[in-house]
């Protein structure tokens, strides 16, 4: 009887140790999860710690945009007289130099033309001769002799208009450049009726104006190009089309420096050469043309290809600066920097900040050039991956094993009413 009066004492016992047992366990496990998560993020960015001398840099502030590139050049080149064509010289893909032959028309009704207007020049000189001959000093000796005059003036633009117009049966290269399309083949009849001409600049603003949406440039771009006998455009002259938000466009000034790349990581330079004052609001927000000058003559650039643009409006040279990981601000806006001495020795300093540029930080006072400041940076490293006993530990697998408490941790901030409730069950039994 004494011996079930026992068991029954001890049955209660027994199952409070063992809940005591199980809620240690899973204590326990939620501990190890919660630890080894923390020192697996704690690998993930592990602390280094380095010394790096105050030096004079150049900062600068710059505006980032995106483009599209395009020659400078763009030339859409006609036959100015009509006729059939006699030769074609050149094909898309040939390069030519300014004067070279891109193609002739007949000459035979443009050379009788010539013919004619020199025979009526001729006639109208000898007139003019005549009357003069003639003067009498009388005032209608001086009409006439002013008649055969403006006679004499007319026969001498239509003879050097009929001479030009023989000149304008070879057809040459107004630049020096790639010819990208050809629409004409010997045989072809032309009407002279478009003369050849060159959109210079304003075709390449064009072309970046159809990237950006503006719409007017390129209407006049593509009309003329698709239209022209021959198109050649420049390939040692670029500029590069932006556009840029209204609320950086006023920072944006003719001759600032800009650093451009392509998609393809060809890198080359230019200055803005041209800020536009009308926006355009295509996508809602407006936006301002750009036009950027490409300096020098950088190799292996296409016409239409993105572009991304770094737009330099200011720089400040010789500028004192510590990497801002070395600069720590208080809550009163204090900022200190841990100087290293030559001996080794650590002393907490105090520094007057400017501005802050990429990962530099600008230092304005407490710094010399070549001071010797504390850097603690932090770096990607290997957590412990291991889930060794993870399944054991109350249910909670799959966690990585090992850590340590961070100090003044509280259980009782995990999820769950009352601190109860841990990640992968409750604690306690039921």
Known sequence: MKLAERAKRLRPRTWIIVGLAALVVVGGGTTWAVLSATSSATAQVAPTTTTVAASLETLEKTIDASGTLAPTVNESVDFAVAGTVTSVNVQAGSTVAAGDVLA?????????????????????????????????????SAAQIASDEAAVAVAQAAADKAAAAVGDTTLVAPVAGLVTAVDLEVGDTVSGSA??????????????????????????????????????????????????????????????????????????????????????SSSGAAAYPVTVAVTGSPEGLYDGVSVTA?????????????????????????????????????????????????????????????????????????????????????????????????????????????????????????
């Not at 006639?123 to 009498?136: G, I, N, P, R, V």
């Not at 609320?247 to 944006?252: A, F, H, L, R, Y």
């Not at 603690?376 to 249910?395: A, D, E, I």
């Open 310 to 430: 770094s737009i330099v409006y200011e720089r400040r040279t010789d500028v004192l600066t510590v990497p801002s990981a070395a600069v720590t601000t208080d809550a009163d806006g204090t900022s200190t920097v841990t100087v290293v001495g030559s001996d080794g020795a650590e002393t907490e300093t105090a520094v007057t900040v400017g501005e802050t540029s990429g990962s530099l930080t600008e230092i304005t006072g407490g710094l010399a050039e070549g001071d010797q400041v504390q850097v603690t940076v932090f770096t990607p490293g290997q957590g412990n991956s291991g889930t060794g006993g993870g399944s054991g530990q109350g249910g909670f697998s799959g966690f990585p094993g090992g850590g340590t408490l961070p100090e003044g941790f509280d259980p009782s901030q995990m999820g769950g009413a009352g601190g109860g409730q841990f990640p992968g069950g409750t604690t306690g039994g039921n």
């Open 195 to 280: 003369s050849s001409s060159g959109s210079g600049s304003a075709s390449g603003t064009g072309t970046g104006s159809a990237a950006g949406g503006t719409g007017s440039g390129s209407s006049g771009s593509s009309s003329s190009t698709s239209t022209a006998q021959f198109t050649i455009v420049s390939t040692d002259s670029w500029q590069v089309s932006l556009s840029v938000g209204e609320t950086d466009v006023k920072n944006v000034t003719v001759g600032d420096q800009v650093e451009l790349a392509t998609d393809d990581g060809t890198s080359f330079f230019g200055t803005v050469s041209e800020v536009g004052m009308l926006p355009s």
């Open 104 to 140: 002739t028309v007949d000459t035979l009704t443009v050379q009788a033309d010539l013919l004619a207007a020199q025979a009526t020049l001729a006639k109208a000189q000898a007139t003019l001769a005549s009357a003069e001959a003639d003067d009498d000093g009388t005032d209608a």
